[in-house]
């Protein structure tokens, strides 16, 4: 048990898929694992612990933007011996190419600013996801009829963006999509040498102004969580 979590030793899996939103975490647990049991409540903050074709996987929330990701991620690791932290949530586009219900695939995380910001000082340093489960993740995704997209992603510190010049940017040097957290998690685990991978659902288009309805959005995101436990368990390639 931590200051957030409230599991008891042994209740958290060495695998753990982390949105966002702790009643995503209930939906995936109710959905996709089997025998899965309520292990944290702290804080309205939903964890549940179960199986997938009989490996041990937790799927725990970690509220919204990069400093309260980083409270999970840090306690997961270091209290719980977390091994391989999947961030399963949504993004906005921001290619032409990517359409709503794609799956963006996050190779790299472009950040202005994280929790560990200070810890680098003049450091740019760049964040990037576990190859493995990189590879892994595209092999399942493979097998989906949706559209997958891989490479960079641009976590940001805010939701409301008004720097419009920003975007123009991160959309003319290629950036596939924003969302707030990957970066982070991406900084974590390569400072407690752990595996972890952002997968990404496109539930808004930051181009064409398209956005998905909000009882349409849970439905679009079973491909994401498959791809996502399918990967948490895939033997790496020789």
């Not at 209740?11 to 944290?40: C, H, Q, S």
Request: charged share 20%; glycine share 10%; net charge negative.
């Amino acid at each position: 048990m931590t200051i957030h979590i409230g599991a008891q030793p042994g209740e958290i899996a060495e695998t753990v898929l982390m949105p966002g939103d702790p009643y995503r975490a209930k939906w995936v647990a109710e959905n996709f694992l089997t025998d899965a049991k309520l292990v944290n409540e702290v804080r309205g903050m939903l964890g549940f612990t179960g199986t997938y074709k009989g490996n041990p996987v937790t799927v725990q929330g970690s509220g919204m933007g990069m400093p309260s990701l980083s409270i999970y991620v840090n306690e997961l690791i270091r209290d719980f011996g977390a091994k391989t932290l999947i961030r399963i949530g949504s993004c906005g586009a921001m290619q032409d190419d990517i359409k709503l219900r794609d799956i963006i695939l996050a190779m790299s995380a472009t950040t202005l600013s994280t929790p560990s910001r200070g810890m680098f000082k003049e450091v740019n340093f760049a964040p990037t996801a576990n190859f493995d489960l990189l590879q892994a993740a595209h092999i399942a995704a493979s097998t989906k009829d949706v559209g997958i997209h891989t490479g960079g992603i641009y976590s940001s510190d805010v939701f409301y963006d008004e720097r419009s010049d920003l975007t123009e940017q991160m959309t003319r040097h290629g950036i596939l999509g924003v969302e707030m957290e990957a970066a982070e998690l991406y900084i974590l685990a390569a400072r407690y040498k752990v595996r972890a991978l952002a997968i990404l659902t496109v539930s808004d288009h930051l181009i064409t102004g398209e956005a998905l309805p909000a009882d349409q959005r849970e439905q679009s995101f079973g491909d994401m969580v498959e791809i996502a436990l399918e990967a948490g368990f895939k033997e790496p390639a020789l």
